[in-house]
C-alpha cells in the first residue's frame, strides 16, 4: 500500500502572511494524482487543488499553490494571505489509477488575528 | 443540487446491534466510497463502488457489507456494531476513480 506522510500535525500562521504544510509520498507509480483537502470544523471535505503527476507545472488556485517535487516524492502545499476562514485541518492525499485514494494524518492549521 | 447526502448525521448504537448509514448522490457519479475517520488519522477506504452492481474492499472493510443496486444509492452496514466502529463515517462519489471525489457531511458513530 502507498503511504502518505504529514510532518507536522499543527502549524499556525499569521492573518495575511504565507503558510507552507508539508507532504511526502511513497510510490514506484510514475502516473498519478496528488490532492490537497481541507477540513473545516463543519467536518465537510473540500478539494483545495489536484496535481497530475505528469505534469511538470504546479497546480494553483487562488491563493493555493503546490510546490510538486517528482524525484523527491514531495508535495507541500502553500497558503498565501492567509485568512481567518483558512483555518482548518489539510490532508494530503494520492491516488495511482484503479488503486485506492490514501491519505496523510492531516495537519491542523490556525491563522491568528 | 443535493449532491451527496448521508443519514443520519448522528448515531449512537449498543455493541451488537446493527444498522445501516444511507448515502446517495445525484450527480449521476459512477464511483461511490465509503471512508472513515479516526481522531489523529486521515481518511482511511472501508469499501467502493465502480457502478451499479460491483463493489470491492478497501483498506478497513472488517464489519462491513455494502450493496450497490442503483447509481445513486450506495448503503454501508454494520452488522455486529462494536466499540472500534466508533468514528465518523463519509462517503463520496465521483465520475470516475481519478476525477474529484464529493464528499457528504458524514456520520458521527458512536459505538457504547
Known amino acids: 500500500a502507498q503511504t502518505v506522510t504529514q510532518s507536522q500535525p499543527e502549524m499556525s500562521v499569521q492573518e495575511a502572511e504565507t503558510v507552507t504544510l508539508s507532504c511526502t509520498y511513497d510510490?514506484?507509480?510514475?502516473?498519478?494524482?496528488l490532492f490537497w483537502y481541507k477540513q473545516p470544523p463543519s467536518r465537510q471535505m473540500i478539494l483545495v487543488i489536484r496535481q497530475e503527476a505528469y505534469k511538470q507545472q504546479n497546480a494553483t488556485e487562488n491563493r493555493f499553490s503546490v510546490n510538486f517535487q517528482k524525484a523527491a516524492k514531495s508535495f507541500s502545499l502553500k497558503i498565501s494571505d492567509s485568512q481567518l476562514g483558512d483555518a482548518a485541518m489539510y490532508f494530503c492525499a494520492y491516488r495511482a489509477p484503479w488503486d485506492m485514494l490514501t491519505f496523510g494524518g492531516g495537519t491542523r492549521l490556525m491563522v491568528k488575528p | 443540487n443535493a449532491g451527496v447526502t448521508q443519514t443520519p448525521k448522528f448515531q449512537v448504537l449498543k455493541t451488537g446491534q446493527s444498522m445501516t448509514l444511507q448515502c446517495a448522490q445525484d450527480m449521476n457519479h459512477e464511483y461511490m466510497s465509503w471512508y472513515r475517520q479516526d481522531p489523529g488519522m486521515g481518511l482511511r477506504l472501508i469499501h467502493y463502488?465502480?457502478?451499479?452492481?460491483?463493489?470491492d474492499q478497501g483498506e478497513v472493510p472488517n464489519g462491513y457489507n455494502v450493496s450497490r443496486s442503483t447509481t445513486e444509492d450506495f448503503p454501508l452496514r454494520l452488522l455486529s456494531a462494536a466499540p472500534s466502529q466508533t468514528s465518523v463515517y463519509f462517503c463520496?462519489?465521483?465520475?470516475?476513480?481519478?476525477?474529484?471525489?464529493?464528499f457528504g457531511p458524514g456520520t458521527r458513530l458512536t459505538v457504547t
Open positions: 510510490t514506484s507509480e510514475s502516473d498519478y494524482y
Open positions: 463502488s465502480v457502478g451499479a452492481g460491483i463493489t
Open positions: 463520496a462519489s465521483s465520475y470516475t476513480d481519478l476525477d474529484e471525489q464529493y
